[in-house]
Structures are given as C-alpha cells and as structure tokens.
C-alpha cells in the first residue's frame, strides 16, 4: 500500500469500529435517557481522571461525541500524550444531555483502554530512554481495535511495528519450518517481493545462533531473536554488528518491566512487548454530569 493508502485505510478501520461501538450500545435507542430525559435538555459533562496516567485517546472521544450530536461542544484541558493526576479534569462536553449520556461509555471506554495502554507503554519507554533501542507493539490486539491499540502505543512513545499482515514480510517458525529452514524462507520471501514490486521489508525470527547464522548470510532487513538469553542476546548483537551494520536487531519473548533494561542493553535495537496491548488495565476515568 502507498502511504495515502494506508492513511485511508487506517482512517476507515477508525470510523468503523467508533460507528459499531455506539451500534452495539444503543442498538434501537437509549431507552433509559428517553425516559427519563427531556431531550430539550441541556447540560454538561466532565471527564475527570480517578489515577494518575498517560491520556490517550482525546481526538476518538471528539469523534464518538460528534456522532451523537455534531452540535456537542467540547474542551479539552489536558493533550494526548500528557501525564494526568488523580482529580485531574481531562475534557469537558456541553450540550444537549441525551446525546452527551448515549456516547458517554462508549468515549470512556475507548479512553480508558488506550490510556491504559499508553500508560504501560510510557513505563516501558522510560526504563530504557538511557538507551537507543525502541518498543514495539505486536499484532496481539484486541479484534476490531487494532488501529487505537497501536495508536495508544505511538501516544506512550512506543513504536508500531507492523500494522497487519500486508505491510511486512515477517518470517517467523511456522514459516520456517514450512518451507525447510531460514534460507529457503528468506530466498522465497526475497524473490516474492521483487516478483510484485514490494516496497516493504523482510524481517525472519531465529530461535538459535545457527539459525541466526543462515539468516544473516540471506541479509533480511531485521532479525528477530526469539527467546535468547541475556548472554546470547549479547553474543548475537556482537555477532552480527561484525558483519553487517544494516540489519537490525530486535528482541522478543516475554518481555516485561522487570527485564526490558537488561535487554535494552544489550544493544539490540528493538524490544517487542505483546504485554502492551494484550493484557491492559484501563486507566481509570469517570464523567459527571452537571444541568445547565
């Protein structure tokens, strides 16, 4: 996909899921804020932070508001991106009540999950900003989610690995193995992209330093080494940093807070973490609602 492509792509993949989110919640209408609310009135609405974290997803609560009622104002005090405290007010909504309380869990909820995500990511971020590997997400996301997962991730200072399964050749076992080892995969792989003209790159995950050996006579763009102790990560960075100064480097395989240091220094150049987006805690927002 060219990158105007891809924008689009993605732009819709939000659309979608923001317009089946407030589908599936109100499917044929807010029956308890129809009966209990005069649709004449108005109000307004605070989200306010209950712990302290990284705020994401400000501009798709924007969004969830404007398909309720694009008459919806709204204010924001804090940015994408910023560390927010506990009692902290993040944005403001004013207008008309009912459509304020129809996309009232559905904004929360996409909030709340990519902040909690952005928060992790920030934490993982900062235990290795002494060095220069990055983070990145995986493909472990929720369905339907992956653009806010990922996006979640960009806000944290994280980095987004590939997007789907059409923008990067990544060769892992199962690939391996199918095709009877590193270099037939490596060589098939190759010939695929030029055969189609593909402006993309090839990564291949090795499970030992004789695989990572095949690999690097095949010069992917990245390897990924999988599961490599701290003493193989280093062997294997020494290793290939002797031969080529092109390929990348990038480790995988349990990644958490308590390790990611010690890999980071190691001198690979990535570090994929499937905890930031597999397993979140959201960050804990609410909203009150004031009459006018």
Request: glycine letters at 8%; hydrophobic letters at 40%.
């Amino acid at each position: 996909m060219k990158n105007r492509d891809c924008h689009d792509f993605y732009e819709g993949c939000r659309s979608r899921a923001v317009m089946l989110a407030l589908e599936e919640d109100r499917y044929t209408g807010d029956v308890t804020t129809m009966a209990t609310i005069d649709p004449a009135q108005e109000g307004h609405a605070v989200v306010t932070a209950k712990e302290d974290g990284i705020l994401a997803g400000l501009d798709v609560a924007a969004q969830v508001f404007a398909a309720c009622n694009p008459s919806l104002s709204l204010a924001m005090h804090r940015q994408d991106g910023e560390r927010v405290a506990n009692g902290e007010r993040v944005m403001e909504v004013k207008g008309l009540l009912a459509p304020i309380l129809l996309g009232e869990r559905t904004a929360l909820n996409f909030m709340q999950r990519m902040s909690g995500i952005a928060t992790k990511t920030r934490a993982f971020v900062d235990l290795i900003s002494h060095t220069d590997t990055r983070i990145l997400d995986t493909r472990k996301t929720a369905p339907g989610l992956r653009y806010f997962d990922k996006e979640a991730v960009r806000i944290g200072g994280g980095r987004n690995h590939r997007f789907g399964l059409f923008d990067l050749i990544l060769i892992k076992d199962n690939h391996i193995d199918a095709a009877g080892g590193v270099g037939p995969a490596l060589n098939r792989a190759r010939m695929y992209r030029e055969k189609h003209a593909l402006d993309i790159r090839i990564e291949v995950e090795v499970r030992s330093l004789d695989e990572l050996s095949a690999a690097l006579a095949c010069r992917p763009d990245i390897i990924l080494l999988d599961n490599f102790t701290l003493d193989l990560l280093r062997e294997a960075v020494e290793y290939v940093r002797s031969i080529s100064a092109s390929v990348e480097l990038e480790a995988s395989g349990n990644m958490s807070l308590h390790t990611v240091k010690a890999v980071a220094e190691t001198g690979v150049d990535f570090i994929s973490v499937g905890e930031l987006t597999h397993s979140v805690r959201a960050l804990d927002l609410s909203m009150t609602i004031t009459l006018d």
